[in-house]
């Protein structure tokens, strides 16, 4: 084996330790929306604070991951002669062999998979938040749109009467 070969090799072994950090990184991911759309539907404020410290603790750890892979990036465009843009995982398991091509295929299809499953939670989370946002909504509005609540009251005789300046509760001290 030349030295390139031996770089790229080692190389793409960092990478594909990289990837695997990926693969658990989604899935966590993944699991905490949906914590999070349990959270949300039984009102756990508590549960929703210690997912909040998760999540950001998870993003400072994993920082050090992206970065590595922007390195092992550069140094392999560099040694396949091309942009860090151009090198993709299908780009790479196209030009190397053995092992590593397995492995590299391998991860990609575990990627895809894996994506596809958290595009599905993030929709399903997304949803969830869009109804609950809507539904704060009308309350907040019926609670304190003054004059447009269109309110109407009935007297002791059973009339009933309008009132377009009441609202559900009353702003002025």
């Known amino acids: 084996m030349n ?3 031996m770089e790229i090799t080692g190389s793409v072994e960092d990478l594909v330790n990289v990837l695997k950090r990926d693969i658990s990184h989604i899935e966590y991911a993944s699991s905490k929306l949906n914590e999070l759309r349990g959270f949300v539907i039984k009102r756990d ?3 929703l604070n210690r997912l909040l410290e998760d999540i950001r603790a998870e993003a400072k750890d994993y920082q050090a991951n992206e970065q590595r892979r922007g390195l092992i990036r550069k140094e392999l465009a560099e040694l396949f002669g091309c942009t860090s843009k151009e ?3 299908s780009f790479l398991k196209n030009r190397v062999t053995g092992a590593a091509r397995a492995a ?3 991860n990609q299809e575990r990627l895809k998979s894996l994506v596809s499953h958290l595009q599905v939670e993030y929709a399903s989370t997304s949803a969830l938040l869009s109804d609950c946002a809507r ?3 009308a309350l907040l509005r019926i609670v304190f749109d003054r004059g447009r ?3 109407v009251c009935y007297d002791s005789t059973g009339l009933a ?3 377009s300046n009441a609202a559900f ?3 002025h001290l």
């Open 149 to 151: 609540t269109g309110l």
């Open 104 to 106: 590299i295929a391998e």
């Open 87 to 89: 090198l993709t995982l």
């Open 45 to 47: 404020e508590k549960g």
């Open 3 to 5: 030295e390139q070969t």
């Open 161 to 163: 009467t309008r009132e």
């Open 135 to 137: 539904i704060n909504s």
């Open 169 to 171: 509760m009353n702003m």
